[in-house]
T-cell receptor, first 115, second 114 residues
Framework: EPEVTQTPSHQVTQMGQEVILRCVPISNHLYFYWYRQILGQKVEFLVS????????KSEIFDDQFSVERPDGSNFTLKIRSTKLEDSAMYFCASSDTTSLWETQYFGPGTRLLVL | AQSVSQHNHHVILSEAASLELGCNYS??????LFWYVQYPGQHLQLLLKYFSGDPLVKGIKGFEAEFIKSKFSFNLRKPSVQWSDTAEYFCAVNAHNAGNMLTFGGGTRLMVKP
């Protein structure tokens, strides 16, 4: 069964550094998402992406964050200048075809630790 | 904005016990409802979903959930749990006028004792 994959599985960085989290969505999917889960808190929506542009974003997704689909397979989340509070598990997800209400399939996550 | 509550944060059961995990959401319009499961060391996997039709939906591994619109609830059930059901369970809602974002509950950590 096709799966969403994410790299790296763990990332440790210094405050103020840039990080790029990578995701390979399921190949025929058209909608891509990033969520995050701070330790002990709920999974929170960050952004959704369709047709090479952001379709929705939450209040969390400020100017420090950006997303990109640099080629036909990867979907990336960049944090320009990391803060301590960016430490979290970041999940990528993708969903199928034309309906906005399709199931979202999640990757295994990248655990980001900002020191 | 919609919100999702899962009232049980931790549940401990013995094998063969019945399970019911509560999920309530706050949103007055049309919603899609999901239960995801995260087994230790693994990613979030879809357990079951409700989009429309029969409010009693059946998912994988013997799980089912019932959508009760009047109670804004979507509780997850399983008649007889197994040790392998030990995992964290997340309820999630997608409100139809809120785009395609999922709003998650806080999760319920289930431990099944053998």
């Amino acid at each position: 069964e096709p799966e969403v994959t994410q790299t790296p599985s763990h990332q440790v960085t210094q405050m103020g550094q840039e990080v790029i989290l990578r995701c390979v969505p399921i190949s025929n999917h058209l909608y891509f998402y990033w969520y995050r889960q701070i330790l002990g808190q709920k999974v929170e929506f960050l952004v959704s992406f369709y047709n090479n542009e952001i379709s929705e974003k939450s209040e969390i997704f400020d100017d420090q964050f950006s997303v990109e689909r640099p080629d036909g397979s990867n979907f990336t989340l960049k944090i320009r200048s990391t803060k301590l509070e960016d430490s979290a598990m970041y999940f990528c997800a993708s969903s199928d075809t034309t309906s906005l209400w399709e199931t979202q399939y999640f990757g295994p996550g990248t655990r980001l630790l900002v020191l | 904005a919609q919100s999702v509550s899962q009232h049980n944060h931790h549940v401990i059961l013995s094998e063969a016990a019945s399970l019911e995990l509560g999920c309530n959401y706050s949103y007055g319009g049309t919603v899609n409802l999901f239960w995801y499961v995260q087994y230790p060391g693994q990613h979030l996997q879809l357990l079951l979903k409700y989009f429309s039709g029969d409010p009693l939906v059946k998912g994988i591994k013997g799980f089912e959930a019932e959508f009760i619109k009047s109670k804004f609830s979507f509780n997850l059930r399983k008649p007889s749990v197994q040790w392998s059901d030990t995992a964290e369970y997340f309820c999630a809602v997608n409100a139809h006028n809120a785009g395609n974002m999922l709003t998650f509950g806080g999760g319920t950590r289930l431990m099944v004792k053998p």
